[in-house]
Nanobody, 121 residues
Framework: QVQLVESGGGLVQPGGSLRLSCAASGSIFSINTMGWYRQAPGKQRELVAHMRSNTSYMYADSVKGRFTISRDYAKRTVYLQMDSLKPDDTAVYYC???????????????WGQGTQVTVSS
C-alpha cells in the first residue's frame, strides 16, 4: 500500500516559521496532486495548499503570501514552508496525495497521520 509520513510540526511563537515535510512510500506508480490540509479543534478539515506540478498549485486565502508549497518529485516528498505564523494557524496538519498504484488503476486519495502545529507565545 501507500504510506504518507509527515514531520516538522511543533510549537512556535507568533511570527515564527516552520517547515513541514511529507514523504510518500510504498506501491506507487505515479503521484498526481500532493498537498496539505489542516483541522483546528472544533472545526472542519480545510485545504491549506495543494500542488499538481510546478505551475499548477493553489493556496487557501488565509495563507496566501505566508505559506509556500513545494515538491521534490524524485523523493516523492511535499513540503510546506510556513512563515509569519499566527495563532489561527494552530491545527493538526495532514498530508494528502492522489496516487496511482498501477498504471491501469485510477488514482486514489491517501492521508498522513497528521502533525500538530501550535502557534502560541
Amino acid at each position: 500500500q501507500v504510506q504518507l509520513v509527515e514531520s516538522g510540526g511543533g510549537l512556535v511563537q507568533p511570527g515564527g516559521s516552520l517547515r513541514l515535510s511529507c514523504a510518500a512510500s510504498g506501491s506507487i506508480f505515479s503521484i498526481n496532486t500532493m498537498g496539505w490540509y489542516r483541522q483546528a479543534p472544533g472545526k472542519q478539515r480545510e485545504l491549506v495548499a495543494h500542488m499538481r506540478s510546478n505551475t499548477s498549485y493553489m493556496y487557501a486565502d488565509s495563507v496566501k503570501g505566508r505559506f509556500t508549497i513545494s515538491r521534490d518529485y524524485a523523493k516523492r516528498t511535499v513540503y510546506l514552508q510556513m512563515d509569519s505564523l499566527k495563532p489561527d494557524d494552530t491545527a493538526v496538519y495532514y498530508c494528502n496525495a492522489e496516487v496511482r498504484t498501477q498504471f491501469y488503476l485510477r488514482a486514489q486519495e491517501y492521508w498522513g497521520q497528521g502533525t500538530q502545529v501550535t502557534v502560541s507565545s
